[in-house]
């Protein structure tokens, strides 16, 4: 298993941190453009409740999230601008380029790490993120959640799954490092449906992957589905086992960035084991070491 941690030290020959960037507004699937409502299981704020305040300048925001992590980071330590929320991809080439600019001339940032939706990439856009990639590494992270079209209208999604596979071919061609994000435990999906959407990032050409468990935040509409008894969240050993089968699948040199996620506290509803971190850390370790 090739762990994020692994592939930044060979890559930056440190170890590396992620310095969250609140840059996007708004998504297609919120404005009208794609959709209304967002994604079902998606808060207000986009994905993003943990990266700073969108007030502040994006030097202001690298600064404050070193801060955070400095005393156990060290000196050594390298950081990556996260663009996490929403979509930011979703404007104008210049307004991203800006942006980036600013994060880059950090003194601190080695990468930069771009969240975006597969039918946000226009070719300015990826001939943009072909420039930038020449200079120093380039992520982007796609929310793809599952392959099965069929889950996507029912969350929501708002793009076809094809979108994905051909937006990861551009950004390959482009030079860039894909990193796909998918969630376990979306409403009526099967253990296979699951693993289907894992062979599918496979088969696409990610060069990573997140998997996170599907989690119910208050004011969303996977809440009024939750509570109406339309599904039921994973259990611990329950994820787990999937996770175990998904990690079977992939081939050794694609680096799994995350084994799961934490919903943002003041917000989660379900299933409550994800809000416990150390013990979810403790449980990953007994049982991947
Ligand atoms: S998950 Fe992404 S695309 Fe979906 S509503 Fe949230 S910000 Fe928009």
Redesign the pocket.
């Known amino acids: 298993m090739l762990t994020a941690n692994d592939h930044y030290r060979s890559r930056f020959g440190c170890k590396m941190y992620k310095a969250s960037i609140s840059f996007a507004k708004t998504?297609?699937?919120?404005d009208g453009a794609k959709g209304t409502g967002?994604?079902i299981?998606?808060s207000a704020g986009?994905?993003g409740e943990f990266s700073s305040c969108i007030q502040k300048s994006i030097k202001e925001q690298i600064d404050d999230a070193i801060l955070q992590v400095s005393k156990k980071a060290g000196p050594d330590a390298g950081y990556i601008a996260y663009f996490q929320?929403?979509?930011n991809t979703y404007c104008s080439p210049e307004e991203l380029a800006k942006a980036m600019g600013e994060a880059i001339s950090h003194p601190k940032i080695k990468a930069l790490s771009i969240a975006t939706?597969p039918d946000c990439l226009p070719e300015e856009t990826v001939k943009l993120l072909e420039e930038r990639a020449a200079k120093l590494p380039v992520y982007v992270e796609l929310?793809l959640q599952t392959s099965s079209d069929e889950t996507a209208k029912l969350i929501n999604?708002?793009y076809e799954t094809k979108e994905y596979a051909d937006a990861v071919k551009r950004l390959k061609d482009a030079g860039i490092n894909v990193i796909t994000h998918v969630i376990f435990g979306l409403p009526k999906e099967t253990e296979e449906q699951m693993l289907d959407t894992v062979r599918y990032c496979v088969e696409a050409g990610t060069d990573g992957i997140k998997f996170t468990c599907l989690y119910v935040l208050k004011d969303t509409v996977l809440e009024k589905m939750w509570k109406a008894g339309e599904f039921e969240v994973l259990g611990r050993e329950e994820y787990f086992d999937i996770v175990e089968k998904a990690i079977k699948i992939l081939p050794s040199d694609i680096v799994i960035h995350r084994l799961t996620g934490d919903g943002p506290k003041k917000l989660l509803l379900a299933p409550m084991w994800t809000a416990d971190k150390r013990s979810v850390i403790n449980y990953i370790n007994r049982r991947f070491a």
Not at 27 to 30: D, I, L
């Open positions: 998504c297609p699937n919120r967002g994604c299981f998606c986009g994905s929320s929403f979509t939706r929310g999604r708002c």
